[in-house]
Every structure is written in C-alpha cells, then in structure tokens.
C-alpha cells in the first residue's frame, strides 16, 4: 500500500524521507514554495540533491506536490489569472527540479462569472501553462474540490470537461480528495452509494486519469459543500466509508495522502485507524 502525507517543508526538503519512515509513510506530498507567497526563491540545489538520495535511502516511492492556494486559473480579473499561470510555470520548474512527477491544485473559482466562464478560463490556463514552460516531466493534475464557494471541480463532470477540452490532454491527471468528494455529494458509506460514486467517477474521469488520492475524513455532512478535514476515522465518512476506500483494489497503486488536521505530529493516529481497518477485515 502506498500511504503518504503532507509534509512541512520549513526545514528544507532533505530531511523529510527520513520524517516520512519514522512516522510509518511511504510517500510525500510538499508545497513547492512557502505556499503564501506567488514567486520564492530558487531551490537550494544542495537540499535538492540530498532529498533525492534520502528519498532512496528511506524508501520514499513517490512525492507529489500541492500547487500554492493563491493561484486561481478561473479568475475574471486577468492580472490575477495571469499571475496564477505564471505562478503554475513556477512551480512547474521546481517540481521538475525535485523530480515530482505530479503537480496538484484546485481548479478554480469563477468569482460569479459563472460555471461556463470558470471552466474554459481553466483550459485555456492550463493550455497556456503547458505552452510556456519547458518541463515535459511533470503533468498538471486537478484535484475534485468540495464546491466550497465558486469553486469549480465539485462534478467529476467538471474535471471531464476540462480534460476533454485542453490541448494536451496527456498532461492532466487527477487527484480524488475523500473529504472533498464527500462534501460535494458523492456517498462513500454504504456500499451501494460508494459504488455509484466510483461508477461514477469511471464513467465521467476514468481510473486511468487517477495518480492520486487525498485521504481526509470530512467534518462536514454529505453535500454541506464545505472544506473541513476531519481526522480518518472522526469525521462523517467514518469508518465504514474508509473500509470501502482502504479495500478498493482500484487504488492498489495509487498513493494515499493524508491532509489531516494535526499533520505529521497526528499521522500516526491516522495509520492507526487504518492499520485496524485492515486488521477487522482480516478477522
Ligand atoms: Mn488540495
Ligand atoms: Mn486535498
Ligand atoms: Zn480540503
């Protein structure tokens, strides 16, 4: 099983192979950059090339990053949506830089421009993102949102949309956050509701689209549409939905990122649940 967790980058990127193992992960999501600000600057090369060899040495099988929350590629105000391109050509380069594979963000928020004006101001973003940078090595991937506000990616139709409509469709993937997908609506309790959200989610994205999942339970009910981690196994989902998750063989390959509250000091809390998950199951 691969199962990761975001991670702090306030001390450098070398030491966090070594954090990921001792907490129990196998992979890693990073912001980039201090995530609060649009331009930093250049990565310590030094750093750089020590978290690559840690990332061997403490068997880190894959880190992904997660773009800065400023960015907005459906902004209507084009300073704005032109820095949020520039700001995802920047983060490209250092993702390439650190050899992370997968760059994830929210796909925007239209600002009461509308679903239609939000959703082709996206594709043309990211046309835009893949035309000016030079890295061929790392894919733009949209993550499903809980449609908190104006915020686009709370339908898997959304995400098929822009998928179907970017130039380069090769170079988009997707990530599933639980909690996300869960406040917008979709069941994942019963196992007739988690199998028409995965039915779903094949018929409208496809699992072949899917390199990542967030997995957070959600403080917030079903289609409360509201952003809110909750701890795995302490939120609305709960255990039972987690089970469904946990034993999906069409996430075999796919990494788990925990993105709970507490971060990496609560982590283990978060393994423990899902270690007994596993352990009900086998009884
Ligand atoms: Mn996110
Ligand atoms: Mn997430
Ligand atoms: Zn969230």
């Known amino acids: ?8 980058i306030s001390g450098g990127f070398s030491g966090i192979p070594e954090r990921a193992k001792s907490i129990g992960l196998n992979c890693a999501q990073v912001f980039t950059k201090n995530q609060r ?13 020590l978290f690559q060899e840690n990332s061997k040495k403490y068997g880190l099988l894959i880190t992904v990053a997660h773009a800065s929350y400023l960015v907005n590629l459906a902004a209507p105000d084009n300073e704005n949506w032109e820095k949020s391109i520039k700001s995802m050509v920047h983060e490209m380069e250092r993702c390439s830089q650190l050899k992370i594979p997968y760059l994830i963000f929210h796909p925007g928020a239209h600002m009461g421009k509308g679903e239609d004006f ?13 035309e000016l940078s030079e890295v061929k090595d790392v894919n733009i991937t949209l993550e499903t949102t809980a449609g908190q506000g104006t915020n686009l990616g709370y339908k ?11 130039s380069d469709e090769k170079r988009v993937n997707v990530c599933m956050d639980t909690c996300h997908i869960f ?10 509701g988690y199998e028409n959200t995965m039915n779903e989610f094949q018929n409208k994205i496809g699992f072949e689209k899917l390199v990542a999942v967030h ?3 959600s403080e917030k009910a079903l289609g409360s ?8 196994g302490y939120g609305y989902i709960g255990r039972q ?16 990122i925990l993105e709970t509250p507490g971060g990496e000091e609560l982590y283990p809390q978060d393994l423990n649940v899902i270690k007994e998950i596993f352990e009900g199951e086998i009884l």
Do not use: C, T
């Open 118 to 130: 939000g959703l082709n101001r996206i594709v043309d973003a990211i046309d835009k993102i893949i």
């Open 241 to 256: 939905g987690f089970k469904n998750i946990l034993l999906d063989k069409r996430f075999q390959d796919v990494p788990f």
């Open 37 to 49: 600000q649009w331009i930093s600057k250049p990565l310590n090369m030094d750093d750089v090339i």
């Open 1 to 8: 099983m691969k199962i990761g967790g975001h991670m702090s």
């Open 156 to 166: 898997f139709e959304h995400l098929n949309y822009i998928i179907e409509k970017v």
């Open 225 to 232: 549409r509201v952003d809110r981690h909750a701890q795995i």
């Open 215 to 217: 997995l957070n339970d």
């Open 183 to 192: 406040a917008a609506g979709y069941e994942l309790r019963s196992e007739k």
